[in-house]
């Protein structure tokens, strides 16, 4: 197998940074415990359907279709990726199977391109690898992790979540809003699906499942335990009111398409330095300066895709209200990062200014982000972002079955509802 050997063309045009840290096994995180944070020199990690970014990474399993895989390498060494899967149950542990089963190829691959980019500061090499394909293909349904490591010291560089489903059956689910349940004012969401299964399903009571994932946080999915199978031919299941979604879950919206100082929420552009540096305007906890939120969940998330599209240093700076203390653990999340608590986000309280500055590295485009805390082992993702502005909310349903002749969750089918 041949593979490329990528590396950016300008010599000490990217300062090396120390590895990323992600916080691990933390209770409330937005992305799996399981995912791995990517280090400073891996940037702009997509993983969805070919042609469709920012849909979820979920493939059926006889489609000829195929996932994309798409990350921006921003190191001066010359470099090589190798690409290995997992397969995990519905809770994403490690499933009971091994490669010979869940896989009808090679166990690893090597990706084989990259595209430079054009002059930017910092170079880049954009590496795109879509699957399935003759060396990594999926042969049963269920929960995967992708894993990319470097081929020089075989370190994990990242990993990424994602689903293949059969499609078999067909789901319907509603969504019933509840109001006056939280002291914070917020709506709740109530989710209710019923799932009409195939035939070859003998014991829904025992072997069916069902659970609920917003905003595709794979972190806070929900698994359904209240199953009523009475109807012949179907599974009906909801979530209790107590354990219902954040019906108005609040993001900040960042264009960053391109680097001027807009006045609204680019403050300061600073182009003479490598890489650039931009400065936002602050936010302000309990307030929203920059109320236009126009576009779609669907149209945010996205790095631009071409090669003239350039880094920033990204400055983020919160006023948080008297009660939040100067010692604790402000983190941003966002599209940038995958949703994934890292110390390279991690922020720092300006006694002088009294406020919270934290950077992250960002590509051109459109996103998404909020601020969350973590205290005492549990990240806390609402406090921070009262006075952002609601968007409209995805839920993904998953049917899972224990198939009693095979040791692996199935996954038979997922449904897609916007709630605006």
């Not at 990528?6 to 045009?13: E, F, Q």
């Not at 983190?331 to 309280?349: D, K, P």
């Amino acid at each position: 197998m041949v593979s490329a050997v990528v590396g950016c063309a300008t010599a000490g045009s990217y300062e090396k940074q120390p590895p990323s840290q992600s916080e691990n096994h933390l209770e409330g995180t937005l992305a799996l415990n399981k995912q791995k944070a990517s280090p400073h020199d891996i940037q702009s990690i997509q993983l969805h359907p070919e042609g469709q970014p920012g849909q979820a990474p979920i493939l059926e399993l006889t489609t000829s279709h195929k996932l994309l895989l798409s990350f921006d390498y921003l190191g001066t060494q010359n470099q090589q990726f190798r690409v290995t899967v997992e397969h995990y149950d519905k809770e994403w542990n490690k499933s009971g199977i091994g490669p010979n089963t869940y896989l009808d190829s090679f166990s690893e691959t090597i990706i084989q391109s990259s595209r430079i980019s054009f002059g930017q500061r910092p170079s880049y090499h954009h590496i795109e690898f879509s699957f399935p394909n003759n060396e990594l293909q999926p042969a049963v349904s269920g929960n995967y992790l992708i894993k990319v490591y470097s081929t020089d010291d075989n370190n994990l560089l990242f990993s990424m979540p994602f689903f293949i489903t059969e499609d078999e059956g067909q789901i319907e689910t509603r969504v019933e809003r509840l109001f006056a349940q939280r002291k914070d004012g917020r709506p709740l969401d109530k989710l209710f699906s019923t799932y009409s299964y195939p035939d070859f399903v003998e014991f829904p009571q025992f072997d069916l499942s069902m659970s609920f994932v917003q905003n595709q946080f794979w972190g806070q999915t929900k698994q359904v335990e209240f199953l009523d199978t009475i109807t012949p031919g179907q599974l009906r299941g909801y979530i209790e009111s107590d354990n219902a979604f954040v019906g108005n879950y609040e993001f900040k919206h960042l264009n960053l398409q391109n680097f001027d100082a807009d006045g609204q929420q680019i403050l300061e552009y600073q182009p003479g330095v490598t890489p650039p540096k931009v400065i936002l305007r602050r936010d302000v906890q309990n307030l929203d300066t920059n109320p236009n939120w126009s576009e779609a969940a669907i149209n945010i998330g996205i790095p631009n895709d071409n090669r003239n599209s350039n880094y920033a240093q990204v400055e983020f700076r919160l006023e948080t209200a008297d009660g939040i203390s100067p010692s604790s653990k402000i983190f941003i999340v966002g599209h940038f990062n995958n949703w994934m608590i890292n110390e390279l986000n991690q922020m720092s309280f300006d006694s002088g200014k009294r406020m919270w500055t934290g950077q992250a590295f960002i590509k051109q485009g459109t996103y998404a982000y909020k601020y969350v805390n973590v205290q005492d082992n549990k990240v806390d993702n609402l406090s921070l972002d009262q006075g952002f502005l609601s968007s409209q909310q995805e839920y993904l349903t998953f049917i899972y079955f224990k198939d009693p002749d095979q040791n692996f969750d199935r996954l038979l089918k997922v449904d897609r509802l916007i709630k605006q």
